[in-house]
C-alpha cells in the first residue's frame, strides 16, 4: 500500500520582522516535515529563511535555485525543477512548507511552483502574510487608500511609460522593486509634480531598514526591496 501523498502549503513569512509572521504560518512550519525555500545561485540563504530560521531549527530544508533572469526559458525550467522536487516530497508523504517574502499572492516567486503543484492534484493551502506596500504605509504612518480614493500596485522593473500613466490615473500608487530606475522614476514624480506626496521604505522592518520622507534626495546605494508609495487622494 502506498504512503498517503503530503500536502502542500505556501506561506507568506512577512515583510522582514519575524514578529509579523503570522500565527498561523509559525504554526504550520512548526508542524512541516520539510521547509522548501527559494534562492539566487551563490545567495548564501535566502531573506525568507533567515524571517523563520527560530522556528524550523533541525528540520529537512530544500533549497531551490531560481535566477534572477529575464530569460524566459531558464524561468521556466527552474520553476518546472523545483515544482518536481516539491512533489517528490510530498509523493513520499512529506507536508512541505514553501516560504516567501511577505505575501504568497504579491510578486511572489512561490506562485511559479505551486501552480503545477495545484495542477497536478495535491492537496494544498496557502497561508497569507504581510505585503511590503501594508508594511511601509504603516511605517510611514500613512493610509494605502481611503474613502473613494483608488490604489494601483506594480513592479517598477521595466516600463516606466506604464509607470508613468498609473501615477497619472490613480489616486494613489505603490511602486516596488524600481530601486534600479529610481532616477528615472523621479523625473517622472517631478514631471507630475508628485515628488512632494511620495514617501518609501527599502527594507521595511528588516534590520537595515531605511525610511525615505523626502524622495528629492535618495542615495544611490538602493536596496532591490524597495517601497514606494505616491498618495495624492481624492484632490
Known sequence: MSLPKGKFYGIGVGPGDPELLTLKGRRLLEEADCI???KTRGEAGSTALHIVEPFIAGKPLL???LPMTNDKTLLEQAWAEGAQTVMARLDAGQNVAFITLGDASLFST??????????????????PGINAPSAAAARLGIGLADGKEDLAIL???ADLAKVERTIASHSNTVLMKGAAQWPAIAEILKRQGVLDKTAAVERCTMESERVFTDVSQMPEDLSYFLTAIIRKGTE
Open 36 to 38: 522548501a525555500a527559494p
Open 63 to 65: 533549497e531551490l535555485v
Open 110 to 127: 512561490l506562485m511559479y511552483i505551486f501552480r503545477p503543484i495545484k495542477a497536478a492534484g495535491y492537496a494544498w493551502e496557502l497561508v
Open 155 to 157: 513592479a517598477a522593473t
